[in-house]
């Protein structure tokens, strides 16, 4: 199959109906080898992997795709998985240390970070998006500069990556968080949060969108570090926010 930049090529692909697993991976190794023999601006850049049972990928999944030097790696399991296959990627004999961005959708499993490969260590964003449980974070972080956390925990996600993450606060440049389903803050408190927040001094870009029951409209205005240039806030409508109001205007104000 030839495919050229900008291009998606998506497996299995029943178009013609005549598919089956194994001519499938026979593809996709054929498709790695072809990959391989380009120029680096115009090898394959990201991986998306859409798991449909538990076991997957599956080390021989892995196995296929050694060879590939992506630098986005996407796992998009369904919702009735909370987790799937990830440590193989330890084994392969071309390690991917061009990776740079890590999204991890509907993510359930405590010890799945635990599984992680070693090259989840060097990425410099990571998105997680309806995860359940703040333990996804890889502990090993060396140049996280981007964060986004999005429902079930995210505020929680990010004070436990504040609190267990070496250097978070000094590298982290890009903060978006969306916390409006009810599920946060269960382990921390809102002034947990904004106490953290205070603490990432090297913040350019911080998005919030926030439900007024989790009380992140109110007084947040002074804990926003001096380092933002970027600011987007979207809040409910409520009175305690109509009540708190002139504090966001008092600071917005203040030319300091």
């Known amino acids: 199959m030839k495919y050229g930049l900008g291009e998606v090529v998506k ?3 029943d178009s013609a109906g005549t598919w089956s697993w194994n001519h499938m991976l026979k593809k996709l190794r054929q498709l790695v080898k072809e990959d391989m023999q380009k120029a680096p ?3 394959i850049d ?3 992997w859409y798991p449909r049972f538990e076991i997957e990928p599956t080390a021989r999944e892995w196995k296929t795709l050694d060879g590939l030097s992506p630098k986005h790696l996407a796992l998009f ?3 009735d998985i909370i ?4 440590k193989p990627l330890n084994t392969l004999q071309h390690q991917w240390n061009d990776l740079e961005s890590l999204t991890l959708h509907n993510i359930g499993a405590c010890g799945f970070i635990k599984r992680a490969p070693k090259i989840f260590c060097q990425i410099s964003s990571l998105t997680l998006n309806h995860c359940v449980g703040p333990e996804h974070f890889p502990r090993d972080l060396t140049r996280l500069k981007h964060l986004r956390t999005l429902e079930n925990g995210a505020c929680d996600m990010f004070c436990y990556g504040v609190d267990n993450v070496a250097n978070f606060t000094k590298f982290l440049e890009v903060l978006e968080i969306e916390s409006t389903n009810g599920c946060d803050l269960n382990m921390y408190y809102p ?3 904004k106490d953290r927040l205070r603490k990432c001094t090297n913040i350019r870009e911080f998005r919030l969108t926030a439900g007024y029951m989790d009380s992140l409209d109110t007084y947040l205005a002074f804990y926003i570090p001096p380092s933002v240039e ?5 809040y409910t ?3 305690p926010f109509l009540h708190y109001f002139g504090d966001w205007i008092e600071h917005a104000s203040d030319k300091t």
């Open 237 to 239: 409508r409520s009175l």
């Open 83 to 86: 987790s799937c296959r990830i």
């Open 46 to 48: 990201s991986v998306l």
């Open 11 to 13: 497996y299995p692909d």
């Open 41 to 43: 601006s115009e090898r």
């Open 230 to 234: 970027k600011l987007t806030l979207r």
């Open 191 to 193: 002034q947990d949060f």
């Open 77 to 79: 399991p369904t919702p």
